[in-house]
C-alpha cells in the first residue's frame, strides 16, 4: 500500500487542480490532501474567495481523494509524513526543490503544471467572454468595493 | 436501484453545486448529471470560463457523481429520462415548476438552494478581502479586456 501526500489552498477549484491531484493519486494507492487553514492563509498573506470548510470540501469530495486533513503551519509536514505512513510526497514544480528535505522521510517529486491549462486554454477562454461580460464583472467588482467598504 | 438524473452548466465549480449534487446522490443509488454543452451555452447566451470538457471532467470526479452526459439542447430531457431508466429528476429550486412535463416520467422534485452561500458567506468571504485586491483583480480584468481586443 503506497501513500501519497500533497498539501494546497485550492481555492476557486478548477481543472489544473484536478490534473494534479488525479496525476498524484495515479502513483500510489492512497491520496492524502493537507488542505491550507484560513489561519495558516492569513499568515502566508494569501487571500481566499472560499473558507477552509468549503475548500477542504470539495477536495474531500473527488474520487482520487481518500482524505483531507488540515494544513495548519510550515512546520507540519516531518510530522503528517510519519504520522500517515506516508511513501510519496508530490507538489507542482512551482515548488521545485523547495521541500528536497522531505527526501530523509519519504519520496519528493515535483510534478510539471499543466501549461496549456495557465496560457492557451485561458486565452480560449478568454476569447469566449465577450467585452461586454468584462464590463459587468468590473462593475461586480464596483459593488464588492462599496460592501467592502460598508463591512470595514 | 433508483436513478437521480439533474443537468447544469458547473462553471466555477463552488460548495453550491457540490451541495445540490451530494443531496441528489442521496436520493438515490445511482447519480447522472447532464453538463451543458459550450454550443447549448452559446444558444442560451450564456458565457462560461471553463469548457464543456472541463466543467464535466470535474463533475465526473466527484464520488457523488455516477454518470457525466453532455446537455446538447432543451428536448432531450425527456429522451434521457427513458434511455437512462430515471427515476427521479432533481433540480434547484430556481428552476420550481420548470419541468413538471416530466412527471408522466419520472418523479420531479426542487431542492432548496443553500442561501446562506449566496448571502451571508458571500458576504463573508467579501469581508476577508481588503480592497487592495478588488483593485488588482479590476486591473487583471483590464489586461483581460486587452487580450480580448486583440484576439477579436
Known amino acids: 500500500m ?3 501526500m500533497t498539501y494546497g489552498t485550492f481555492d476557486l477549484f478548477h481543472i489544473g487542480h484536478l490534473n494534479l491531484l488525479e496525476r ?3 502513483l500510489g494507492d492512497k491520496l492524502i490532501v493537507g488542505v491550507s487553514t484560513d489561519e ?3 499568515e502566508k498573506g494569501k487571500q481566499c474567495l472560499y473558507s477552509y470548510q468549503e475548500r477542504a470540501r470539495i477536495v474531500g469530495a473527488l ?3 481518500d482524505k483531507v486533513i488540515p494544513e495548519n503551519n510550515w512546520q507540519q509536514k516531518q510530522q503528517d509524513i510519519i504520522e500517515h505512513k ?3 510526497f508530490g507538489m507542482g514544480n512551482d515548488w521545485q526543490g523547495k521541500f528536497d528535505n522531505l527526501q530523509d522521510l519519504c519520496e519528493v517529486i515535483y510534478l510539471s503544471r499543466t501549461p496549456t491549462i495557465s496560457t492557451t486554454q485561458l486565452k480560449l477562454s478568454l476569447a469566449k467572454i465577450d467585452p461586454q461580460t468584462i464590463q459587468k ?3 461586480g467588482l464596483d459593488s464588492v468595493l462599496d460592501i467592502v467598504k460598508a463591512l470595514e
Do not use: P, R, S, T
Request: hydrophobic residues 50%.
Open 137 to 139: 464583472m468590473k462593475q
Open 40 to 42: 495558516f492563509n492569513q
Open 24 to 26: 498524484l493519486a495515479e
Open 2 to 4: 503506497k501513500i501519497v
Open 86 to 88: 506516508v511513501d510519496l
Open 63 to 65: 474520487k482520487c481523494v
